[in-house]
């Protein structure tokens, strides 16, 4: 949903939290992983899921997004009871490309079934560990990523983020 105040262009961001692998253990033999997600001075969590190095969140967060240049930054604590939360590693992901692609579709007028409008390649200068696909599906920019932890020996993130336009969003 692209949305504009007063000359400013804003967009409506959904982030899905898919799941983690292999994440580090921090406490006797698991973890209690949480993600913290930011965007700008917006910021939302998953919820906790306990003894677990492999867990699925599929929950969906959503932020609003003032500048294309800005970059969602994700950070994994293990949840501790009796002491601060431990780092579990954190990631970033730039959303330039995904704003580029919605672009895309709204010059080629593409506002029904699916298709792919680019590709990100992983580099040295993204978190992706793998290739990932922005599609537009129904009018929605969706792009579906893995993004791999860093400052931890192991750790992917899995997020399905979505740009949703207006002329097809049920909000």
């Known amino acids: 949903m692209l949305i504009s105040i007063m000359g400013e262009q804003l967009w409506l961001l959904n982030v899905n939290v898919v799941q983690g692998k292999r994440l580090v253990i921090r406490d006797f033999k698991s973890s209690d992983p949480y993600v913290v997600v930011k965007l700008g001075n917006q910021t939302a969590k998953t919820k906790v899921i306990y003894c677990c190095l492999n867990p699925v969140w599929n929950e969906e ?43 895309f579709r709204d010059i080629l007028k593409i506002y029904s079934g699916e298709t792919t409008l680019r590709k990100v390649t992983p580099d040295s200068e993204n978190c992706l560990s793998r290739e990932s696909s922005i599609n537009c599906v129904n009018g929605e920019v969706v792009q579906n990523v893995w993004l ?7 750790g992917e993130l899995q997020l399905t983020i979505k740009l949703i336009s207006s002329a097809h969003s049920s909000m």
Do not use: Y
């Open 148 to 154: 791999r932890l860093r400052g931890v020996e192991s």
């Open 61 to 103: 967060l959503n932020f609003t997004l003032t500048d294309p240049l800005q970059v969602l930054n994700l950070e994994v604590f293990d949840k501790d009871l009796w002491k601060a939360d431990d780092k579990m590693g954190n990631t970033c992901i730039n959303l330039q490309p995904l704003i580029s692609a919605s672009r």
